[in-house]
């Protein structure tokens, strides 16, 4: 993996876990789990922890960035996915 891939999955990884834990399009994904599996249960707690879903979220991506980082199939999906992390942080110092 180089630099590129790495960073191209470091953007992703950061996006998605944002998306899952703090992203309104996903609230109804975490109102499930919380009313499925009880608003005490580690599940509920992993939707809401940005900690704890970013090492399941890496754990998908390195794999996908080591293996097929180099395919435009990967980075296309990468890069919008860091572009909008950082476009989100960016506003965030901005605004």
Known sequence: MNLTQFILALGSTCRITRFVVKDTL?????????????????????????????IWVAGGVTPLAYYLGGSLWIQIPAVALTLSYLSGVASLWLD
């Not at 499925?36 to 599940?43: M, P, Q």
């Open 26 to 54: 996903a609230a109804g994904f975490r109102i499930w789990v919380a009313d499925h599996f009880g608003e005490e249960s580690k599940l509920a707690y992993l939707v809401t922890c940005s900690w704890c879903t970013s």
